[in-house]
């Protein structure tokens, strides 16, 4: 069965630091890849998303980067976060056959 | 823009009490998923609706796809304090891509 991996489940940064958050999903593969951010409250805003190695799309403009340097691998990043750049983030795969997401755990992040 | 608007923000019903959550696009819709979200928790896929008029239940649960396929709705019938948490729908728009309504905060109230 395929399982998505997320991590860490809380962190807390200060602003100008780096950021990294990973992604993987096991079970399956040539998934496209989704990283979402859920400000407090509950929108879900999706920043970017990917259907192969190497290719990244981005939904908005943002202090945000992303990269997939594996089929299963996805990665978020920062250079330097932004006190704005704090909420909820969600990984999530979905199959090619356009069936429903599944989400990671997810990452709270406090930029302080 | 919002492509995908939700009402109403936020219910709060008694137990036992029926909930309805309404989605709606200003365009026509592929398809359309729906997710619960438990507090503290992440999105669990719920469901999802191809065809025009489509009505789909799972136990409680009904969910409806408007025949322009640019609303939809889920209904829950006397809920219940499991039933608590936020319901987002996803349209389907272009290509590949859903776009999340802004969800329904469901407080049920024993």
Redo the contacts between chains.
């Keep these: 069965s395929q399982t998505i991996h997320q991590w860490p489940a809380t962190l807390v940064q200060p602003v100008g630091s780096p950021l990294s958050l990973e992604c993987t999903v096991e079970g399956t593969s040539n998934p496209?890849l989704y990283w979402?951010r859920q400000a407090a409250g509950?929108?879900?805003q999706?920043l970017f998303?990917s259907?192969g190695i190497g290719q990244i799309s981005s939904e908005v403009p943002q202090n945000l980067s992303a990269s997939r340097p594996q089929d299963r691998q996805f990665i978020l990043s920062s250079k330097k976060l932004l006190l704005s750049d704090s909420g909820f983030y969600?990984c999530a795969w979905r199959p090619r056959n356009?069936?429903?997401?599944?989400?990671?755990?997810?990452t709270r992040l406090t930029v302080v | 823009g919002q492509q995908v608007m939700q009402i109403p923000q936020y219910q709060h019903v008694q137990e036992g009490e029926d909930f309805t959550t309404y989605c709606n696009s200003s365009t026509t819709l592929s398809n359309i998923q729906w997710y619960k979200q438990r507090p503290g928790g992440h999105p669990v896929f719920l469901i999802q609706l191809v065809k025009s008029g489509e009505v789909k239940k799972q136990k409680r649960l009904t969910f409806q796809f408007g025949e322009a396929k640019k609303n939809s709705s889920l209904h829950i019938t006397a809920t219940q304090t499991t039933d608590v948490g936020t319901y987002f729908c996803a349209g389907g728009l272009r290509g590949n891509q859903f776009y999340f309504g802004t969800g329904t905060s469901l407080t049920v109230i024993p």
């Design positions: 496209n979402y509950r929108g879900l999706l998303y259907v969600l356009l069936a429903g997401y599944t989400f990671g755990s997810g």
